[in-house]
């Protein structure tokens, strides 16, 4: 694999590359160190939506444009009652209905991944928190209030077949939401 | 009308005014020296200034010594030159501002980038320097290519890429290379702000 000593170059001709890189790519050097960050920070991307979606998958969903969305599944087959813990663990991205790679990470967890993506796409907060399967465990709701603790959402979103134990439950823990759909 | 039946005009070629082409002579900082003519001089926004600046008639370039780039090899310069003069005449891209930036490589300049990532560098190096807008759009889309299908982990590699504590070292060892009083303040500064003191004095 060949070498290119990016951060030699002067600021603006190594912004000019951060721009052209596809979204996917920006958000994997966003996840290089602190600097990489910040260097993505400063293209002053945004999204007009960040989804979370609870389903025997977390998918974090962030809209790009109007044909492109940015997917990143963080657990695929979840036993939530076992969350992924803050060691390395794998997160897929897609871009739209395309694969494009499975990344192992260190360092981050769920809630600091989710926190990553608010911050470089300068998010305000998470739009929609679904859970979308009957299926889920009731013990899941307390690792997901951790990962979104501290995020402002806009809208909860329960699916139907969930139980009414379960419901309860989550419109009491996620109180900070602005719709309840 | 067919080409057939289009009207022959005789045209009289001496009445018609040639312009002559202006040409510049640069020098790079290894002494090689290059003729680049004024329409692909345009390219570059630092040059064109440049040249408008100082007012050259065609008498005066060829008896003045060739204008110094002092900070660029003649095997850059080259291929700067070269791409000027392929895409003289363009309209140089404005910068919209969009993320990420529509940009193909066209055969020529890809055929042109064909170097070793040294090369690239430089190339880059002197289009930012010479303000080529186009130039270093394409040459940035290279390496911005480099990245498709990478995971962070191997970025890291692909663009060198310090880690956290990498650059942490390099901020201490830079600290501790200042003059020593300076660091002292500096600390001291520190030391207030996290006793919650929003002044030095």
Redesign the interface.
Known sequence: ??????????N??AK????????Q??L??S??????KNAVKS???STSMIKFEVGMKILVTVQIDRNTELLILLALDMNLASFPPGQDFEIRVMLSSTE??????SKFTNQTILHHLLDIFHHPRLDDLSFDDEAIPFEAIEPIREVVDGVKLGSLTLIWPLTDHFRSRAIRTFQNYEELT | MSVENAPVVDVDEAAIPVEKKMYYRFESNDKKEFRVSELAIQQSETLNRLVEAMGYTSEDVENKPAIAIENIDGKTLKLVFQWCEHHKGEAIPVDDGSVPKIVEIPEFDAKLMDIDNGLLFKLIWAADYLNIVQLLNVSCKKVANMAQGKTPAQLRRVYLLPSDEEDEAAKRAAQEAQDPRAREVEEEFEERKRQGGNSFF
Do not use: R
């Open positions: 694999m060949s070498s290119f000593p990016l951060n030699k170059l002067s603006n001709a000019s590359v951060l721009m052209h890189m596809e979204p790519e920006k994997a050097y996840l290089c160190s602190k600097a990489s293209l002053n991307l494009t790679g499975i990344w192992s990470l």
